[in-house]
């Protein structure tokens, strides 16, 4: 499994959509299409999004592009 550095906040499929504000769906299909960073824990498939993983710092980053 991924080991956070200190001070990392890493988020799951449904925390991400909470903070974007968009269905769980939406955020699978920007992962699908490669337009959204994140990690695949390892020994995770990537057809299973339980295995996702987003690094918060990332995503605030991507949403101000």
Known sequence: MLLPEEGEEWMTLSEVAAF???STSEVGALVERG???FFLIRGGELSNSEY?????????RWTIG
């Open 35 to 37: 337009d959204i960073p």
């Open 52 to 60: 996702w993983r987003f690094k918060r710092d990332e995503i605030e």
């Open 20 to 22: 974007l504000d968009v």
